[in-house]
């Protein structure tokens, strides 16, 4: 197995991109979608970062408040402050943490990012993307089979995106894999959720799923699956085996591989 004790620093992300506490989860739903992360750094007065809010905080917000509507569309925002549903305190380390340590919190925590301090003050974030980053420049040959987990959670085509916003949620899980036939055609995550926040509730998953998934075979090296994952912006990758989807590895998957 390849060395993973590489400092923080080198593979964080920087500079943040930042929300205020005092300004409402519609903004936080807003910036996500404009900047494509799946959480950002709150901050107070002093641009000192408080907590953390993610998608799954918004698209939590949202669920409930449009329930509270009868009329409402598939999300719904109040007129609320962000630090009323951050996570406060979000994990941070030094920037010489090794990376094998970073991804050992991330899977004991199951979270998918990591802030990195330096001098009192974050300064970058460590996500499960950059791990699939350093899983492909080292080259681990190991196969898919090895990490991946299974059964997948799926929901067809045919199905509303109301059911797979609640599956989201019941499951606890960031994304789905949208099937036809029981063959995966696209993937449905917190993104596109978020981004279907207007529609009307029976709006069918094969108007609003990511046709763009990536699904390989399970005895493919899990470098060669970071490096295609990183280049299609994915977070999770579909296994088959002998043309059957068996399973998935996501990115708590990639970061047991670092750890």
């Known amino acids: 197995m390849a060395n993973f004790e590489i400092p923080a620093s080198m593979y964080m992300s920087s500079p943040l991109k930042t929300v ?3 300004s409402f989860i519609d903004h936080a739903h807003r910036q996500l979608q404009q900047f494509r992360v799946s959480a ?26 449009a329930n509270s509507r009868p009329d409402a569309r598939l999300l719904a925002f109040p007129a609320k402050p962000i630090q009323e549903f951050m996570t406060p305190e979000p994990v941070t380390v030094p920037g010489d943490t090794p990376l094998s ?3 050992d919190l991330m899977v004991k925590r199951r979270i998918h990012r990591i802030f990195v301090e330096e001098g009192g003050k ?22 898919l089979s090895q990490y991946m987990s299974s059964p997948l959670f799926t929901i067809r085509a045919s199905e509303p995106v ?4 609640e599956r989201l949620e019941k499951a606890r899980v960031t ?11 696209g993937i449905f995550t917190q993104v596109e959720a978020l981004e279907s926040r207007e529609l009307p509730r029976e709006t ?15 005895e493919t090296p899990v470098y060669r699956a970071a490096a295609q994952a990183s280049v299609m912006q994915a977070r999770r990758v579909v296994t088959t085996r002998n043309g059957n989807a068996v399973g998935i590895v996501t990115g708590l998957d990639f970061a047991k591989i670092v750890s």
């Open 204 to 218: 069918l998953m094969e108007e609003v799923m990511n046709p763009a998934i990536l699904v390989l075979d399970e």
């Open 175 to 185: 994304g789905l894999v949208v099937v036809d036939d029981e063959w995966p055609v």
């Open 122 to 143: 974050t300064v970058g974030l460590v996500t499960t993307r950059d791990l699939m980053r350093a899983i492909r420049e080292k080259q681990i040959r190991h196969p």
């Open 40 to 65: 950002l750094p709150v901050v107070d007065e002093d641009e000192q970062v408080i907590g953390v809010i993610s998608r799954t905080d918004v698209l939590k917000v949202g669920r409930r408040e």
């Open 162 to 165: 109301s059911m797979a916003a």
């Open 101 to 103: 340590k970073v991804a």
């Open 20 to 22: 205020r506490g005092t």
